[in-house]
């Protein structure tokens, strides 16, 4: 009695199950079916994989730098003014990899009193001194003083000697100190420090001289270049 009155106005059709929905048969049908069920995981899967092939594009075709230079200040460095320094040593530097222009790198390391920045800025200066991956440095006075001073002992000098007389040399000649030179003087460098340390680190200490002296050979050419005003201009044999 109970099963009737539920069932009361109901149809013998209206009791039959839906039919199963017939797969689409049509290559149309078909991709408008995927589409309607995987439309946010196809977009979100496309947009992983455009990105992937964008960063590894640029990892294969990244042009590696005829010289890098590791600049490390007590403050953040604004992009105009690495751009400058990057363009100004430019002028003297030599097409050492051959693809037909002059290319410095500046990888600028700022040791603020950040826990987090700084403290992981200081590590990756570390590793620069540590492994020898870069000869060329410009410190400023605080950063020198504060992380390279502190290693020269027992007669080991961290720069070597630059080998020129020009204005502004220091530290038994060296390194130079662009404090009231017209470098310095420069429009985008009016928020830099005053006093930079600009030198090539000794190959002594290194573990794989042979590379590292030849990153020091280039790197000086360059300094001395850049110093004395006289542009190199052949490849380095």
Do not use: C
Not at 28 to 48: L, M, P, S
Not at 63 to 74: C, E, G, H, R
Request: hydrophobic content about 35%; glycine content about 6%.
């Amino acid at each position: 009695m109970a099963r009737e009155w539920v069932l009361r106005g109901l149809s013998e059709d209206d009791l039959r199950p839906e039919p199963k929905a017939q797969p689409p048969k049509t290559p149309r049908g078909k991709i408008e079916n995927y589409w309607y069920h995987y439309k946010w995981h196809t977009i979100a899967i496309t947009a992983t994989i455009v990105v992937l092939v964008i960063l590894i594009g640029q990892l294969v075709t990244r042009d590696n730098p005829d010289y890098t230079i590791v600049l490390a200040t007590q403050n953040y460095i604004i992009d105009t003014a690495k751009d400058k320094l990057e363009t100004t040593l430019e002028a003297y530097g030599r097409d050492i990899d051959g693809d037909g222009k002059v290319e410095v790198r500046i990888d600028s390391i700022a040791l603020t009193n950040d826990a987090q920045l700084g403290g992981a800025n200081q590590q990756k200066l570390v590793v620069h001194i540590a492994s020898a991956d870069i000869m060329f440095f410009i410190f400023q006075k605080e950063a020198f003083e504060n992380n390279i001073r502190p290693l020269e002992k027992d007669g080991f000098k961290f720069f070597d000697k630059l080998g020129v007389q020009a204005e502004g040399i220091e530290g038994d000649g060296r390194y130079w100190n662009w404090s009231g030179s017209d470098l310095r003087k420069a429009d985008e460098f009016s928020a830099m420090p005053e006093d930079l340390y600009f030198g090539v680190r000794s190959v002594s200490g290194t573990s794989d001289k042979k590379k590292s002296k030849e990153m020091s050979q280039q790197s000086l050419e360059l300094l001395r270049a850049f110093l004395t005003k006289t542009p190199l201009t052949s490849k380095t044999n």
